[in-house]
């Protein structure tokens, strides 16, 4: 072989060497590139399943959207948060207002626009008007003997009729202005003494005895006596039971498949407050019926109800553990919710000097300054009826309605299976940008006629405005609750200038039990005007 033959060979040989190598080289970057491949297909396939694939029922059919979930406990953790609300909201500014839930395997609807909600209340009201079944039977605490938790039925109707005729129909409500008056003028008098110690005022507990009086004379012919220590006992327990809604919530929610496992969940709790409950109450029933007997009165919705309790043929037969439950949902339900609205709409009229001014200018004009404010001025003070109402849309005290579908229906396109469960988020409802003009501001102008955007009629208000809930299982105490909200406000107001420590009140939320309500509650000092009635 001649030099040149073995040169030639030479680079064939390193040609050789070089094409296997990159054939080696190919090889590599195309498995890896298709290994790459697969993994982005992979991850597709799990964003889609997770994100944007629509769950489907076993018919098939789509069921709205789901956000990603996590294994077994499905959207447990946003419903436990401490804030779940906003976690909701959260979710829902990101995968749209109509969403599909689930608890381990319980389904939920979570609503947060009002156009969603508002097709729903029109098109389904009767198919949402129970909130599914109580967490505990026996429990006088939302149990199944009580009203809050009564399906759509005889006995709820039953109740309505009598919360309607002997607690809110205008002739009674007008007969018992004379105890809100008297309330009222003990409210004033109880902060006025404060002020005259110079001593700070903690609005949340004045308001609770306000309310707490109010209700219980309205609907009971008696108020706790504050003298004995019951008035300090019965606020210790509506508070227990506040502390004991979430707990109640998820043992109603997950009712079914626990007691299948024979797992009484909290039950031992709920049952603790509702037997204290109920040593209470039994007392308070014996004593009033001692009283009727003397006195063969039929006025307030307790009488109403031992009437009916004895009655062999009352429309409808019910038992002391009715009454009792009524009571005690009244108590829970009515009070806490007007305390939490009065607190956070004063907090809100502290940061804001120039509704304060706006407010004392328009009550002093129409009030005058030689008397205390009265529920019956409140027709004529328009700017004192839209801080409430501002201050109720705002921090609504139940910032999350629940209700259950029985029987299954489409919404929006979308297919709901029957006996899922319902969550309206009435606080994202209530500050949707699409809805309101910067949603997060006190603004009680956006309540007045002449400045409303586009002059949007009443029904489209009412479309976006629901801290009292909506359809016939709305709440019935709405006007009365606003009256006496507005008279506790207004007196606030009318006679005293308030200090707070710092600039501004804090307003950081904590939404632990039932309703939604101030982390840190409301302490301010009053320095009583000068006024011809101080
Ligand atoms: C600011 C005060 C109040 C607010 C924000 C409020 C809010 C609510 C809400 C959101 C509901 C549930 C509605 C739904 O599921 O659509 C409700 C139910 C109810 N409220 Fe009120 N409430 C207040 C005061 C009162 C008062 C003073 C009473 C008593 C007279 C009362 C009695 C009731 C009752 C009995 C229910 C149950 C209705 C049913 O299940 O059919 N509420 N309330």
Redesign the pocket.
Known sequence: MCSQQVLNAEKEGHLASLRVSIQETVMSVDFQSCFIYMLLCLFSIVCYTLVFKKPKDSRGCDLPPSPPSLPIIGHLHLLLSSLSHKSLQKISSKYGPLLHLRVFNIPIILVSSASVADEIFRSQDVNI?S?GAAAIDESLVFGSSG????PYGDY?KF??KI?VTK??RPQVLERSRGVRAEELQRFYNRILDKARKNENVEIGKEATML?NNI?CR??MGRSFSEENGEAERVRGLVGESYALAKKIFFASVLRRPLKKLGIPLFKKDIMDVSNKFDELLEKILVEHKEKLDEEHKDTDMMDVLLAAYADENAEYKITRNHIKSFFV??FV???D??V??TQWTMAEIINNPDVFERLREEIDSVVGTSRLIQETDIPNLPYLQAVVKEG?RLH???PL???KFQEWCEIKGFYIPEKTFLV?N?YAWMRDPDSWEEPNEFKPDRFLGSSRLGQEDEREEAQKY?????????????N???V??GAAIGVMVQCFDWGIKGDKVDMEETFEGLTLTMAHPLKCTPVPRSLSFL
């Open positions: 008007s909130r009203f809050v938790y009564a709820w109740v309505k919360i607690l809110l309310m209700l309205m609907s949902e009244l339900g009515g009070t919710t007007s939490q609205t109720l609504p005290p139940f309605l629940t209700r309206i009435a629901i801290p009292f809930g909506g359809g016939r299982r709305g709440c019935p105490g709405s009365l609750a606003s006496f909200i």
